[in-house]
């Protein structure tokens, strides 16, 4: 179990509480690839190994694997790929930031979550969301949110967590920035969760209506 830190608008820096993005940390242990989201109807995005149905919303990044020595380490117990940003060096060519343009995926998306290994303060994300409030948060303030273990990261490469970003009531979230100053920001298992737009539920409702009254028209002329 995860718990969970509401921001307050303080701390936020959004005209009131109810537009408040929540920011949890706590996932699923799996197996070679550190941890996914313990979140109800969350899917892949990106896994970084195949699975990569939003790879073009990605602007900037490498994706990488294995650690490189001053450079870049996988998220502990993570086997497989991952996504690398920050200056780069060696084998790895990369950005110090990378924008996730959420607001192109085919539905609003409520929630997004990713598996954060080493956090070190020089590591950050900013959050847009639909209503036009723009969020940043560094690897101090992830630090700071509880954690079941009690442990934080300070650049320990042993540490890593899931983090979960929902957005607040009746919005979506439209833009995740991530950023590295120095040596790098490694996440993975990058996860969603998407709900339909009005018109598409409202589409839904009239083509089951239709296909109701076409099945009682031939109830009735039997």
């Given at each position: 179990?995860?718990k ?37 109807g969350?899917?892949?995005l ?8 939003g ?16 450079v ?13 940003v ?13 924008t996730?343009d ?31 409030d ?14 079941a273990n009690?442990n ?42 998407a ?14 209506g ?5 099945a009682r ?6």
């Amino acid at each position: 179990m995860f718990k969970q830190l509401v921001l307050a608008a303080a701390l936020a820096g959004v005209g009131a509480s109810a537009h408040a993005i929540t920011i949890t940390k706590g996932g699923n242990a799996a197996p070679g690839i550190g941890q996914i989201s313990a979140i109800a109807g969350a899917t892949f995005l990106r896994d970084f190994d195949g699975v990569d149905p939003g790879a073009g919303l990605y602007t900037g990044g490498a994706v990488v694997s294995g650690n490189i020595g001053g450079v870049t380490a996988a998220p502990p117990g993570d086997t497989s790929s991952y996504f690398h940003v920050g200056p780069g060096g060696g084998s790895v060519s990369s950005s110090t930031t990378a924008t996730i343009d959420l607001a192109a995926w085919s539905q609003p998306v409520t929630y997004f979550g990713f598996y954060l290994g080493s956090p070190d303060s020089y590591n950050g994300f900013t959050v847009e969301q639909s209503n036009g409030d723009t969020l940043t948060f560094d690897g101090t303030f992830l630090d700071g949110l509880p954690v079941a273990n009690g442990n934080n990261g300070g650049g320990n490469q042993s540490i890593g967590y899931y983090v979960n970003i929902a957005a607040a009531a009746g919005t979506s979230l439209t833009k995740v920035v991530f950023s590295s100053s120095s040596n790098a920001m490694e996440t993975d298992n990058h996860m969603i969760v998407a709900v339909p737009e009005p018109s598409t539920y409202a589409a839904m409702g009239l083509g089951l209506g239709l296909l109701g009254f076409a099945a009682r028209r031939r109830a009735a002329k039997r």
